[in-house]
């Protein structure tokens, strides 16, 4: 579909559809970023895999998909490093 082709309402809720999907991409992103920071002073651990710069970024391409396997990775009970401080918690 060519966007010159669009028209009227279509082509004014694309555009609104784009822009808010950009912001809450930028929104994660920046949430991404700002959780990666926090983890590392309290922890003093980095991210996993890749560095905050890397997953800030992926999370601003691939949006709310990322972020979730961000917080997959980082913050569920699928992080054994996780469950592990948890337990001592408990205890």
Same mark, same amino acid.
Do not use: C
């Given at each position: !579909?060519? +966007? ?6 279509? @082509?004014?809720?694309?555009? $609104? #559809? %784009?822009? *808010? ?17 926090? !983890?590392? +002073? ?6 996993? @895999?890749?560095?905050?710069? $890397? #997953? %800030?970024? *992926? ?33």
């Amino acid at each position: !579909m060519n +966007v010159t082709s669009m028209s009227g309402p279509f @082509l004014f809720f694309w555009i $609104i #559809w %784009a822009v *808010a999907v950009a912001v809450v991409n930028i929104a994660f992103a920046i949430g991404v970023f700002v959780d990666a920071d926090l !983890m590392f +002073v309290k922890t003093k651990k980095e991210t996993y @895999l890749v560095s905050k710069w $890397i #997953w %800030a970024l *992926a999370t601003l391409i691939g949006g709310v998909f990322i972020a979730g396997i961000y917080w997959l990775v980082h913050h569920s009970k699928l992080n054994p490093n996780l469950s592990n401080e948890i337990d001592s918690d408990i205890i």
